[in-house]
């Protein structure tokens, strides 16, 4: 991907979409702390945070000057603070087989109520997927406030998140015996090394997680205080092997209910193995003086039913998290691993126009795929041209199994989370060839369901 992807200019159509509205949209130097920090205000109010406190502003600047931050401004309001922000950065995101695929992450996206309906938000998020190209990302991806705005861009929900409200009191451990120790962390510092060596392990086990950023450990083990009383409460707790080697780590607090009983609560559990995942969960469960433990942004398929005796001792909610764009489907579909050998074409309707086209997919009995584009006036996935009106040259003949669906519903399946055959009970995808479906399920299939532990 490209490395400087700070640098290159804003996109003109959003610059001529929004200057014939009257307004300036701009990308933000990294060395202009004041406007970063004007910028920051403004994305705090767009998603009615509290007013940031000089020493969050301090270090949200810091962040923002790693990342491609964009602004649109109102030339007549004159205060220099943006009606609309967004910021994004290159990173990689996980994908079935332990690998990794080129991702662009948007965040931040916000409108001013007092600039509402004039197309801000779509000259953004058009923009946005532009810079994906620039940078060279095979897809675009967010966490969304809103469920209805991201659809009409091509992006659709891939890796949805659970909530766990467990009753303590119903708790009674199921699960075998680990052979290790939990303990709590006394030198969040000293342990931070550690700390990031775990989020990388268990980000390389998970498809859809994304790769993290080094003030994002540092607040989840409490060194970061952005909510002013956070690292008070914040209590560390790791799971260290039978050789003494860490393997995991959560990071909770634990509050009171209107009763008085104690409520354990975290949204951020790490484990690089099973084991490690399976000692921390019985952690938080056998907490004396805790009526509730109330887990957030966990997998749809947790294990931990399987480690309770009593499994109606867990409710489970579940939303939809990490939506998924795909931009460059040859790169998008190489770079994953697939459940044995097999063969599709896909035709991708895209509105946008980024990925639409028929790309010829085949599957070797490890899994591999190569891709082949076999429409014209595109590379194919060895980076050969192909004329415009030619036909790209296949490896062997078309595969009689085929299917056409829209760029949104293959970035639903593309990590595992949706199955073709349930997408095309919504009418989301069409069978070009009989069996098409069944194949499209095997190959798409993981062991692991996709799942981001995070908020960006």
């Known amino acids: 991907m490209s490395s400087d992807f700070r640098a290159f200019p804003a996109d003109p159509a959003a610059v ?78 996980s994908v079935p087989g332990g690998r990794s695929v080129d991702g662009w992450a948007v965040s931040a996206v916000t409108v001013a109520p007092t600039h509402r309906r004039r197309g801000i938000a779509r000259a953004m998020m058009q923009a946005e997927l532009a810079n994906a190209v620039t940078a060279g990302a095979a897809v675009a991806m967010l966490t969304a406030t809103e469920a209805t705005l991201y659809g009409r861009y091509g992006y659709a929900p891939a890796a949805r998140a659970a909530t766990l409200e467990i009753d303590r009191r ?41 790769d993290r950023w080094p003030a994002l450990v540092d ?14 409460a914040t209590r560390v707790a790791r799971y260290d092997d039978a050789r003494g080697q860490a393997h995991g780590f959560v990071s909770y607090r634990i509050t009171r209910d209107g009763m008085g009983a104690g409520v354990v609560e975290f949204d951020f559990l790490a484990a690089a193995s099973d084991e490690a995942e399976a000692a921390l969960w019985r952690f938080l469960l056998e907490q004396d003086f805790v009526s509730t433990v109330r887990a957030r942004l966990r997998s749809v398929d947790e294990p931990l039913r399987w480690l309770l005796v009593d499994q109606r001792a867990i409710t489970t909610t579940v939303g939809d998290h ?85 760029v949104d519903a293959l970035a639903a399946m593309y990590l595992g989370d949706a199955r073709a055959s349930l997408l095309a009970r919504a009418g989301r995808i069409e069978e070009t060839g009989p069996g098409s479906l069944a194949v499209a399920d095997r190959l798409f299939a993981t062991n692991r369901a996709p799942r981001l532990s995070i908020w960006f």
């Open 16 to 93: 001529a979409r929004l200057g014939g509205l009257g307004l300036d949209y701009r990308v933000l130097s990294p060395d202009d702390r004041e406007a970063l920090a004007v910028w920051s205000g403004a994305e705090h109010r767009g998603f009615h945070h509290p007013r940031p406190t000089p020493e969050t502003v301090e270090r949200e600047v810091a962040l923002l000057q790693e990342r491609r931050v964009h602004g649109v401004y109102d030339p007549e309001l004159g205060d220099g603070i943006p009606v609309g922000t967004v910021a994004s950065w290159p990173t990689g995101l």
């Open 170 to 210: 119903r708790v009674e451990w199921a699960g075998a015996e680990v052979p290790g120790l939990v303990r709590f962390v006394t030198d969040a510092a000293g342990f931070r090394r550690s700390a990031g060596q775990i989020v990388r392990r268990q980000v390389a086990r998970t498809p859809g997680e994304i």
């Open 219 to 232: 607040r989840v083990l409490g060194l970061d205080d952005p909510d002013g009383e956070s690292a008070r």
């Open 322 to 406: 990490l939506w998924l764009r795909i931009l460059d489907p040859a790169a998008a579909l190489e770079a994953r691993r697939y459940e044995g050998p097999g063969s599709l074409v896909l035709e991708l309707d895209d509105p946008l126009g980024h990925a639409s086209g028929r790309y010829a997919l085949e599957v070797s009995a490890r899994g591999v795929a190569e891709v082949q584009r076999l429409d014209g006036g595109a590379q194919d996935a060895s980076g050969a041209s192909t004329p415009t009106g030619a036909t790209a040259p296949t490896r062997r003949s078309k595969p009689a199994h085929g299917l056409r669906l829209g």
